[in-house]
């Protein structure tokens, strides 16, 4: 398993966003040979999210239970 977690920091408004992502190692096509990779990206854009940067209009972050159904779908 590949645990990752990411700060990012805003300097006007000295804000401060954390993200934290895991993933199984072997468990896509992409986890098989860059799981880490995969999620430290997870990690740093769910940390800039939470300042709000990059999020859709209808959206927010993904909880955990939607990211796994959208993984079986």
Do not use: P, Q, Y
Request: one cysteine or more; proline letters at 0%.
């Amino acid at each position: 398993m590949a645990i990752a977690s990411a700060k990012a920091i805003a300097k006007i408004g000295n804000r401060t966003g954390t993200g934290h992502a895991s993933e199984v190692i072997g468990d896509s096509t992409i986890n098989k040979t860059s799981a880490l990779e995969n999620c430290e990206t997870s990690a740093i854009g769910r940390a800039l999210g939470t300042l709000g940067f990059g999020l859709l209009e209808a959206g927010g972050i993904a909880s955990a239970d939607e990211g796994c159904r959208r993984r079986t779908h």
